[in-house]
């Protein structure tokens, strides 16, 4: 009889299938491993006590990878408070840069010479744009690779402060207008020669790849200005620590497939339903698993943290910001029970469980 659950997690999916009977990376197996034990007592656990009501509580342990939808959100607070605190005092602009179906192939093949040209190509086009108006500027790029339904859609989301660092080492906030940064239809321009260009010199393209580039526009997308930067505060929230689908997406797993939804940008973001067999669902997730080690949030110009250590204090004092302060948020979590005490662990277990002693206690407190 198939087993069928409402809802689901992508952890729960790949338990479904026969890992080493597909044809993933070494890199791709051992990622999907570690996010199928997730939270299971194949990772071990900790026993949690409340320092108020006395409720105990176990816990099984993250894998903490990357591309687990279960364990970015302590990464994402921790990224965006430090965030928050290098706000400049100008509109910030959203830029997306994308490269063609095209190159999906390339980036099957060579994902790391790929997405890091698609990083230095984007950066390139925007420096110059600053340079030719006289200024230092600065961005944060986001990887993305992924479209709604999983399929292959390499792009880059860029916050871009709408202002830099002039000759004198001053700071000029606006550039031309404050409806857009740079035309879009130049930068498209920009952006596709310098990222074949690049594309020649690492020698994993043929020539007849490189010219067929050239044959059609490519696209950089770019939004108005944020309202402030508590907009960018919250737009940093939602983008930087994604991955390629989250788990509340999933309508139902079953024994052979996977019902979840997305959204059909191609008819004005219209919400659909999609239900793909077991191994085709994580096939097309494991296109989303980056190269071991690399950086997928990237800082450049006067956003680097080079830059941030040496002269960024000093540009905020010298423009009188006020610094938020940054208050760490407690690694204790609060009691379920009476909402109000902390939890401190007191005991910690492998993938044998809980010790026995420890049980008989959880159980008499949960029967109550």
């Known amino acids: 009889m198939e087993t069928r659950n409402k809802g689901g997690s992508v952890a729960e999916v790949i338990r479904k299938i026969d890992l080493s009977a597909q044809n993933f990376t070494v890199h791709q197996e051992k990622t999907l491993r570690a996010l199928s034990y997730c939270r299971t007592s194949a990772l071990g656990g900790h026993i949690d006590a409340c320092d108020g009501c006395g409720n105990l509580s176990i816990s099984y342990n993250s894998c903490r990878n990357r591309h687990c939808p279960q364990c970015q959100g302590h990464k994402k607070e921790e990224w ?16 997306v840069f994308t490269l063609p179906e095209e190159l999906n192939f390339l980036a099957i093949s060579e994902p790391k010479i790929i997405y890091k040209t698609l990083f230095e190509a984007a950066w390139a086009t925007l420096n110059q744009f600053g340079k030719t108006e006289g200024l230092q500027l600065g961005m944060i790029a986001i990887l993305h690779t992924w ?11 860029c916050i871009v402060p709408g202002g830099g660092i002039d000759q004198n080492e001053k700071w ?15 930068m498209s321009k920009v952006f596709r020669a310098k990222f074949v260009a690049s594309l020649r010199n690492s020698g994993i393209a043929d020539q007849n790849v490189t010219e067929k580039l050239f044959t059609k526009n490519w696209v ?10 508590k907009q960018v505060i919250e737009y940093l929230g939602r983008y930087t620590h994604k991955v390629a689908i989250s788990n509340h997406r999933i309508k139902e797993v079953t024994d052979k497939e996977i019902r979840f939804g997305y959204k059909d940008y191609r008819k004005g973001g219209e919400k659909k339903e999609m239900t793909l067999r077991n191994e085709e669902f994580i096939r097309r997730f494991s296109l989303h ?9 990237r800082h450049y110009g006067i956003l680097s943290s080079s830059w ?4 960024l204090h000093a540009l905020q004092s010298s ?7 940054v208050k760490p948020k407690t690694l204790l979590k609060k009691c379920r029970c009476c909402k109000e005490g902390n939890l401190v662990t007191i005991a910690i277990f492998g993938q044998r469980g809980p010790p026995q002693d420890f049980l008989a206690v959880f159980n008499a407190s949960s029967a109550k």
């Open 80 to 95: 965006i408070q430090k965030r928050e605190a290098e706000l400049l005092p100008c509109s910030y602009y959203h830029l």
């Open 147 to 157: 479209g709604q339904n999983l399929s292959l859609h390499p792009h880059l989301h």
């Open 172 to 186: 000029k906030r606006k550039i031309r207008t404050d409806k857009y940064l740079f035309s879009v239809k130049a």
């Open 220 to 229: 950089v997308y770019a939004k108005r200005p944020f309202g402030g930067p």
């Open 289 to 297: 698993i980056l190269p071991r080690r690399f950086v997928r949030i």
């Open 308 to 311: 941030k250590r040496g002269k």
């Open 319 to 325: 423009l009188k910001i006020q610094i938020p302060e």
